[in-house]
């Protein structure tokens, strides 16, 4: 399942920050972050629930950028 949210985030460094952190946490089987558009496209693990997983999300890029959001 793929799933795509809006997110702020000031620059394309801090924008590769994002995507990294969201490919490593459980449940994410891929993200890509286009910081042009400001679109971070999620692709979950096979029965994942894409609420919890999107949270845990949101908390690992807040840890690497406390600048970012992602709205969910
Ligand atoms: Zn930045």
């Known amino acids: 399942m793929k799933k795509s949210y809006i997110i702020d985030v000031d620059c394309a460094n801090c924008a590769n920050k994002m ?17 042009m558009a400001l679109k971070m496209s999620v692709e979950f693990e ?3 629930d894409p609420k ?4 845990d999300v949101l908390k690992a890029c807040k840890k690497v950028e406390d600048d970012c959001e992602i709205y969910l």
């Open 52 to 55: 919890a997983v999107m949270q």
């Open 46 to 48: 096979d029965g994942a």
């Open 19 to 35: 995507e990294l952190a969201a490919k490593k946490t459980p449940g994410v089987k891929d993200a890509v972050v286009n910081f």
